[in-house]
Nanobody, 118 residues
């Protein structure tokens, strides 16, 4: 099992930037594909981005392509989400996900709120 703690959320004006961090502890960080999801009020949780252990394969939702960048530092057991050109539609609770490579089971952090004002 891996434990995940997100940080870096907050309030930002449209057009601004934020960087989220997700620190993992427990099992070997390299055994997991790491991802970010978000859930806006009244909506289902949706995929934002994911990254493999090597960092060589990153995937993004169409809505964030070109604005968000996911990265990971395996030495620090941390995954990041750099968010630029934020829009009010990006307002949501952002969750870090660790998906085990072998079993595909997923574990989640507690979430961090991002609010983008106009």
């Amino acid at each position: 099992q891996v434990q995940l703690v997100e940080s870096g959320g907050g309030l930002v004006q449209a057009g601004g930037s934020l960087r989220l961090s997700c620190a993992a502890s427990g099992r070997t960080f390299s055994s997991y594909v790491m991802g970010w999801f978000r859930q806006a009020p009244g909506k289902e949780r949706e995929f934002v981005a994911s990254i493999t252990w090597s960092g060589g394969n990153a995937l993004y939702a169409d809505s964030v392509k070109g604005r968000f960048t996911i990265s990971r530092d395996n030495a620090k057991n941390t995954v990041y989400l750099q968010m630029n050109s934020l829009e009010p539609e990006d307002t949501a609770v952002y969750y870090c996900e660790a998906r085990a490579v072998v079993t595909a089971t997923a574990e989640w952090g507690q979430g961090t709120q991002i609010t983008v004002s106009t």
